[in-house]
């Protein structure tokens, strides 16, 4: 299994990115896919989910500002980032679960400039 990242950079304020993760090795179609972010210092969170179906789940700090969408045909997942806060620098992982087990990609890292 490989869930591949990428997309992260320096952000300026305010500014806008697009994360991408790319699977392979596992039925893409049957996965809860998930991005999750870690901090320096701190744990790793949840940033979004989307379910096979399409069905979403925000983090309420990044609700209205983050997107999160999917390609089951691609095999790709993907994070829209809109007005990105200095405080949201932080390692971005790309999540693959179903019932029994879960996957983790290498990260990509994404720094707000202040």
């Known amino acids: 299994v490989q869930l591949v990242e990428s997309g992260g950079g320096l952000v300026q304020p305010g500014g806008s990115l697009r994360l991408s993760c790319a699977a392979s090795?596992?039925?893409?179609?049957?996965?809860?896919m998930g991005w999750y972010r870690q901090a320096p210092g701190k744990q790793r969170e949840l940033v979004a989910t989307?379910?096979?179906?399409?069905?979403?789940n925000y983090a309420a700090s990044v609700e209205g500002r983050f997107t999160i969408s999917r390609d089951n045909t691609e095999n790709t997942v993907s994070l829209r980032v809109n007005s990105l806060k200095p405080e949201e620098t932080a390692v971005y992982y790309c999540?693959?679960?179903?019932?029994?087990?879960?996957?983790w990609g290498q990260g990509t890292q994404v720094a707000g400039s202040s």
């Open positions: 989307i379910t096979s179906g399409g069905f979403t």
């Open positions: 090795g596992i039925i893409f179609s049957v996965y809860v």
């Open positions: 999540n693959a679960r179903d019932s029994n087990t879960g996957y």
